[in-house]
């Protein structure tokens, strides 16, 4: 079964800080894609990042960076240098290779960058 | 704007009510796809619709039906509905052109129900 896990429910930073939040994923497949999105406190779904499971290359784009460690069944998000704006709830996400595949979502990570 | 629209964006109801939501998929886009978010359950997968066909189902309650019409959209009908029904419903669409490439889905800004 597959199943993704964000162990830190709640993360509270300073603004300026970098912070990572954690995901632990669970699959049978072997490709497969990973995904975070940002939800905001106005409840819309922003896509961030997708990456398929063989390609394990870090990625960075501005503030945001990722790390995907297969060995470990990881892909991390790290903000460098957070701002308030960074505030929202953070999900990783699963979904096998085919459209027949549904997206299983972690719990999320509630981040909040207090100024 | 992700191109997926949906409708109302905030419903208020009372419990023992049937309500109706909307979803218009992005242009070209064959596959819908309906998700609940709650505070107990999260983030779950209830169905999916291919070009009028279910394809794929979830935890949807029985009491939740779906389906999509000629022109692509989709309606999601929530009956009898309880105080645990409360939530954020997201849409999502994927073009979906068949075979074993992945198709990403795209999500709409969601419908907020309240039940009283």
């Known amino acids: 079964a597959q199943k993704v896990t964000q162990a830190q429910t709640e993360i509270s930073v300073v603004e300026k800080e970098d912070v990572t939040l954690d995901c632990v994923y669970e699959t049978r497949d072997t490709t497969y894609y990973l995904f975070w999105y940002k939800q905001p406190p106005s409840g819309e779904l922003v896509f961030l990042i997708r990456r398929n499971s063989f390609d394990e290359q870090n990625e960075i784009s501005g503030r945001y960076s990722w790390n995907f460690q297969k060995s470990t069944s990881s892909f991390n998000f790290t903000i460098t240098a957070s701002q308030v704006v960074d505030s929202a709830v953070y999900f990783c996400?699963?979904?096998?290779?085919?459209?027949?595949?549904?997206?299983?979502f972690g719990p999320g990570t509630s981040l909040s960058v207090i100024p | 704007d992700s191109g997926v629209t949906q409708t109302p964006k905030h419903l208020i109801t009372a419990t023992g009510q049937r309500v109706t939501l909307r979803c218009s998929p992005r242009?070209?886009?064959?596959?819908v796809y309906w998700y609940q978010q709650s505070l107990d359950q999260g983030l779950q997968f209830l169905i999916q619709?291919?070009?009028?066909?279910?394809?794929a189902k979830g935890n949807i309650l029985e009491r939740f039906s779906a389906q999509q019409f000629p022109d692509l959209h989709s309606e999601l009908n929530l009956s009898s509905l309880e105080l645990g029904d409360s939530a954020l419903y997201f849409c999502?669409?994927?073009?979906?052109?068949?075979?074993?490439?992945?198709?990403?889905?795209?999500f709409g800004p969601g419908t907020r129900l309240t039940v009283l």
């Open positions: 999502a669409s994927s073009v979906d052109l068949g075979g074993s490439s992945y198709n990403e889905q795209f």
């Open positions: 619709y291919y070009n009028g066909e279910e394809r």
């Open positions: 242009s070209g886009d064959l596959s």
């Open positions: 996400a699963l979904s096998g290779s085919t459209s027949y595949d549904k997206v299983i």
